[in-house]
């Protein structure tokens, strides 16, 4: 009997029917065939700790049996307390306020009506469009998908459901480049703040590692450029930590490499290590504060059912636990060790004719290729491997779990590598 799930991202008339996961445990997860694959994706980037993690699945449980579930509106409860206070313990210095939501979309949704209503309660009632960069990639929601590129995102028929915004040519130095080096891409963000400051609000932007949108990677340099701009011209500065947050680029948060404070900060995926969705959006003394007035209009009108689920809370606060006692940051540090030794010191991968650039940042790596046909088949061959891949357009990647071992980091990369090496020429 065909099943009634309608599922994300498939071309109806050409998909095959999934494979039904029945299990998992730690980096793997098991197939109802008995088939057990290596996940190399940590099912969207979020399951950082692997699957059925004991601390992760015992806290779930002992929440279970207190508190399930309270609304936030008019009442509170200690895991989000707790959760709210750790997490402005962790999150770069000002991040003094959290606002709970369910989801990174939703949460994105909340940091843009933020900014919006800051400046309204400022006087600024103009500065109510966004600013993003082109390889954006914020969510599926509608107010996301406006600020995703509108040329190679995934959204382009929605264009005219959708409010304009502006958008910044991608920063086109990569990680590694000097001040100097990125200053162009500095020059083409202020090109677009000169001309249109006075309507925007907020510059958006995922720090060093746009995700989704093909995993372009961005030096720390455009950060603090990007900083200085925005309060050059009394723009807010969002930063998209969805897939970035929690040790994915290689320090807890990608702002860290550069040592800069957002005004408004958006966590989700790794926060609850994948176990329940759960979304926060971090702002600063600055932003808060404007919220504080006797007017109806100074009440921020946003209130997800499920903002503070207790059981997600309780999970979050164990997730950051396990990563800080376990010193997850070293388990990222050894695993881009490793995917620097197996992808970038392969000097045939980066001749091979079908790939355009092989890139590695913290625990995350990109092979992309000259043209995405090249990559048809590929999650079939790992599969072979006993791998979960999950290729888009023009990119293979992997964003391992935090706790894969070094040979089943070698056994993922072997699986990326070994796709090239069975295609001629």
């Not at 998909?15 to 996940?39: A, I, M, N, Y």
């Not at 936030?72 to 989000?80: I, K, V």
């Not at 400046?119 to 929601?141: E, N, Q, V």
């Not at 990569?174 to 907020?202: K, M, N, T, Y």
Request: aromatic content about 8%; some cysteine.
């Amino acid at each position: 009997m065909t099943s009634p799930v309608w599922h994300p991202y498939a071309h109806l008339k050409t998909q095959t029917p999934p494979p039904k996961v029945v299990g998992g445990d730690g980096p793997r997860f098991t197939l109802e065939s008995g088939e057990s694959l290596l996940d190399a994706t940590c099912s969207w980037w979020c399951m950082i700790h692997g699957y059925r993690h004991p601390r992760l699945v015992e806290a779930i449980q002992r929440q279970a049996d207190e508190l399930c579930h309270v609304m936030l509106g008019g009442l509170t409860h200690e895991p989000a307390d707790s959760l709210a206070r750790e997490l402005v313990r962790i999150t770069p210095e000002g991040l003094n306020h959290v606002f709970f939501s369910d989801s990174g979309s939703v949460g994105m949704e909340v940091a843009m009506k933020m900014a919006v209503q800051y400046h309204y309660l400022r006087g600024k009632p103009a500065k109510h469009r966004m600013l993003t960069l082109m390889k954006a990639y914020h969510g599926d929601t509608a107010g996301c998908m406006a600020v995703c590129d509108p040329e190679e995102g995934m959204h382009s028929l929605f264009a005219g459901f959708l409010p304009r915004h502006h958008f910044a040519p991608a920063p086109a130095a990569g990680f590694a480049a000097s001040r100097e080096d990125v200053q162009p891409d500095l020059d083409a963000l202020r090109d677009v703040l000169e001309a249109h400051h006075e309507e925007i609000g907020a510059l958006l932007m995922e720090p060093l590692l746009q995700a989704a949108g093909g995993l372009n990677m961005v030096s720390p340099h455009y950060l603090r450029g990007a900083r200085e701009l925005c309060d050059e011209f009394d723009v807010l500065l969002i930063f998209d930590e969805v897939a970035t947050g929690f040790g994915r680029t290689g320090k807890m948060f990608a702002a860290d490499h550069a040592a800069v404070t957002p005004d408004i900060m958006v966590l989700s995926k790794g926060l609850t290590g994948g176990y329940l969705g759960h979304a926060a959006t971090l702002a600063t003394d600055r932003v808060h504060d404007a919220f504080i007035g006797d007017s109806e209009l100074h009440a921020f009108m946003h209130g997800p059912t499920f903002m503070g689920n207790p059981l997600a809370c309780r999970v979050a606060l164990e997730s950051l636990a396990v990563f800080e006692e376990d010193d997850y940051l070293g388990r990222i540090e050894a695993l881009n060790g490793v995917l620097r030794e197996e992808l970038l010191d392969d000097a045939g991968l980066a001749e091979h004719p079908h790939v355009a650039d092989v890139r590695v940042l913290g625990a995350t790596a990109v092979i992309e290729v000259h043209d995405a046909d090249s990559l048809e088949g590929a999650a079939d061959f790992a599969r072979t491997q006993g791998v979960w891949l999950r290729a888009f357009g023009r990119w293979l990647y992997t964003m391992p779990a935090y706790i894969t071992s070094h040979d089943d980091m070698r056994r993922i990369t072997d699986a990326m590598k070994g796709w090239f090496r069975s295609q001629a020429g």
